[in-house]
């Protein structure tokens, strides 16, 4: 008798490969396998120091402009790229998913890190509308994202009346031809984020909702980095999603296993155990209710005594 071992391409974001169906690469001897799990906060650190190393950053930062717009995953971002671990992620952002529902934050709770940088040095005092009218070929723009498909589609959910953060770049970035890159771990990965954003519509299709009311701009002319890039970008390892989520600090987890040589996944491992593994969860930072202007949310100028009490502020208090 003979073994029938099927062939099967698999896909995610940056990865296009053959794997036989038990797992292993056609043609490749003395490799080995590592697995390993990495926590939502674990994930983000790898990426980012993924981003920081990209050739292209490294010019943005010695020609042109960086430009890093708001989010948690900028901000470990902007850590590294500032040597500073006391930017706190859930300052520098407006939109959140936190306490079980999507919410903005108070602007006054805001505390973010600069989002201009410009030949390496950072321009607190310029927009990111300003540093796209400085046009420099070799800028690049940094977006992290709030869904990612399959197809390399990122989503990213914006509740803002003027669409929030994407309008201020797609325009130059895309009639110029700049790069963007949208770093974004794979807990939010999601089957087809063309439907994602359809079956969203925006505030004026939603009748109920337990959170700020919003809409998904689809886009799919960046460079998604995802910890499988990251895997790839910083070893040469090549990296497969297993399985996702768990409990008891592991929500919002990912199980992933890597192939490579064996220097390559020592160092890896390494890499991850000194530089990674331990990162302390990202708190959340609730909007105040009762000053929220989302006037669709189901808890829109709602008193704090009188929330429910699942989604009383628990993360930042400030």
Not at 125 to 134: F, G, H, S, V
Not at 301 to 317: C, E, N
Request: charged share 20%.
């Amino acid at each position: 008798m003979y073994e029938m071992i099927m062939i099967q391409t698999v896909y995610l974001p940056g990865i296009l490969c053959k794997m036989t169906g038990d797992g292993s690469r056609p043609g490749k001897e003395n490799h080995m396998k590592a697995v390993f799990t990495l926590t939502s906060a674990e994930s983000r650190r790898l990426i980012a120091k993924a981003v920081v190393g990209m050739p292209e950053v490294k010019e943005a930062l010695d020609k042109a402009y960086l430009l890093l717009a708001g989010g948690t995953t900028n901000a470990f971002i902007a850590q590294e790229l500032l040597h500073d671990r006391s930017i706190e992620p859930g300052l520098c952002t407006a939109g959140i998913s936190c306490d079980g529902l999507l919410c903005v934050t108070a602007p006054s709770s805001r505390n973010s890190y600069p989002n201009v940088f410009f030949k390496g040095e950072a321009q607190p005092e310029k927009t990111l509308t300003e540093a796209m009218n400085d046009f420099h070929p070799e800028t690049v723009v940094i977006k992290g994202a709030n869904a990612v498909d399959p197809q390399g589609y990122v989503g990213v959910i914006t509740a803002g009346f003027d669409g929030g953060t994407i309008p201020r770049i797609i325009g130059t970035t895309t009639s110029k031809g700049l790069l963007m890159i949208t770093p974004v771990g794979l807990e939010k990965l999601v089957p087809s984020v063309r439907d994602a954003a359809a079956a969203l519509g925006g505030a004026t299709h939603i009748q109920y909702s337990l959170g700020a009311d919003c809409g998904m701009y689809c886009l799919g002319n960046t460079r998604v980095v995802t910890e499988l890039e990251a895997i790839r970008m910083l070893f040469d390892c090549e990296a497969r999603l297993v399985c996702c989520g768990g409990v008891g600090g592991n929500e919002g987890a990912v199980t992933l296993a890597v192939d490579g040589e064996k220097d390559k996944l020592e160092a890896m491992i390494n890499f991850l155990e000194t530089e990674v593994k331990g990162e302390p969860p990202v708190k959340g930072n609730k909007g105040v209710c009762e000053t929220c202007r989302y006037r669709f949310c189901r808890y829109y100028q709602t008193k704090a005594d009188d929330l429910p009490a699942w989604m009383k502020k628990k993360g930042i208090t400030k």
